[in-house]
């Protein structure tokens, strides 16, 4: 026996917006990031639409990139003194990953951190607050997920937080908010949509339908993240990204991942770089590595009118590169002595991240030393 949870409600298109009219609530708090939907004046109109709706907004602000547990702590004492009963998550997915935590700590105030990052723990939500996520990037798919991550910054570690609870009970995916994101930001993004799609087929616990969602968004970022990238203003492609990345998330959050985010946590903790742009440089390698324990790459080729597992890889390389995004981390500008000292935790850290258990293919801690030293250096995975 099996299930697929996703939010009660998917508002999608150009507009959809507007939908927050619908919504019922009094007070919400609104978590925003850095300022780029309070600076396109998105932040204004999602209070301007609550407000027809009856409900008044208070906003947290300033949710950094990859947020940490101390800004989650600071939004929580917003929800302790205002008491809303709706959080709307505002922006890219670190400003909604970060209002999904504040969620779980203002409705179980004596949980710490350490107990909810245990996978499926968290206690039932929505005895004083119902979530709204509205993404502004085209990637985590975390208005339709049961993930959150949230950084360690002391230990230079994300935790992902895994729990159906977290998963949202509406989701806006209006591609308007996506259209401001730069070339960069908007390649990197898709790369981690695709990688959701990549590793939720092959993951332990896919199913028809999340295969279904993956195979099918796979297909509409190839066909479309190059001219999003290309001409942020065409439409199409921006609200067809929107979509396949809130598939990506479906999928993804019903099957679970695997290693290409094992790796990417601990590269994205210890040296910051963009979390889509180390999932973009590990996949391909991931792939072949994966692809001794699985056939499903074929049904991944087929999506793009070829047959192997090792030509998927290679599409994929050739996306990455029109795309902007470079073949290894030493391209990136990682320096060797930086990355030998970090390697050896890095490595210990993503055997025991929870994405590992999922993987199609258990790696050795050898193993998984030189899928790191191979992305690294770009060099092929032959094991
Ligand atoms: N919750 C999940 O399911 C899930 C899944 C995978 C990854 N993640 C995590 O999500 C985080 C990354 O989120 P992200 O990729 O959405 O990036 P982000 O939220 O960190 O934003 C990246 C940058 O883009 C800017 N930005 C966002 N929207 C913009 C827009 N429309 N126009 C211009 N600039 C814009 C932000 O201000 C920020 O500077 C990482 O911490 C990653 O580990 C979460
Ligand atoms: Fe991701």
């Not at 929800?79 to 997915?93: K, M, S, T």
């Not at 994205?268 to 792939?287: E, T």
């Not at 994966?290 to 290679?314: C, H, I, P, Q, V």
């Amino acid at each position: 026996m099996a299930s697929f949870t996703i939010p009660q409600k998917i508002y999608h298109g150009p507009g959809s917006l507007e939908n927050l009219k619908q919504v019922t609530g009094k007070k919400a708090l609104i978590v925003i990031g850095g300022g780029s939907m309070k600076r396109l004046g998105f932040l204004d109109k999602t209070i301007n639409l609550l407000q027809e709706a009856g409900i008044s907004s208070v906003v947290f602000e300033g949710v950094e990139a990859d947020p940490s547990v101390e800004t989650v702590m600071r939004g929580v004492e917003l929800c302790n003194r205002e008491n809303p009963d709706l959080i709307v998550g505002l922006g890219g997915c670190s400003a909604i990953d970060a209002a999904k935590a504040m969620w779980v700590f203002y409705e179980y105030p004596d949980a710490t951190f350490g107990e909810i990052t245990a996978p499926f723990t968290i206690k039932p939500l929505r005895n004083k607050a119902r979530f709204v996520a509205i993404p502004s990037t085209s990637g985590t798919g975390t208005e339709a997920t049961c993930v959150a991550v949230i950084t360690d910054t002391a230990k230079g570690i994300k935790h992902p937080l895994v729990s159906y609870e977290i998963c949202p009970d509406i989701a806006i995916v209006d591609g308007e908010l996506a259209k401001s994101m730069p070339a960069d930001i908007t390649a990197n993004t898709g790369m981690d949509a695709l990688s959701h799609d990549v590793e939720a087929v092959v993951a332990a616990l896919a199913s028809t339908y999340s295969d279904t969602m993956a195979l099918r968004s796979i297909r509409t970022i190839f066909d479309t993240l190059p001219q999003a990238c290309a001409n942020g203003e065409d439409m199409a492609a921006r609200q067809a990204m929107h979509d396949a990345s809130c598939m990506a998330g479906m999928a993804f959050s019903n099957a679970i991942l695997g290693i290409i985010h094992s790796i990417s946590h601990q590269i994205g903790g210890m040296f910051g770089v963009p979390h889509g742009r180390a999932n973009a440089i590990l996949m391909p390698n991931v792939i072949r590595f994966n692809s001794r324990a699985t056939d499903k790459y074929e049904l991944m080729a087929k999506e793009l009118g070829k047959e192997t597992a090792e030509e998927f890889a290679t599409e994929v390389e050739k996306l990455r590169r029109t795309v902007g995004i470079e073949d290894s981390f030493k391209a990136y500008g990682m320096t060797p002595e930086a990355w030998q000292e970090k390697l050896d935790a890095m490595v210990t850290n993503a055997l025991a991240d929870p994405c590992t258990g999922t993987n199609p293919r258990q790696p050795s801690e050898e193993e998984m030393k030189q899928i790191f030293e191979c992305c690294f250096n770009g060099e092929v995975v032959t094991f």
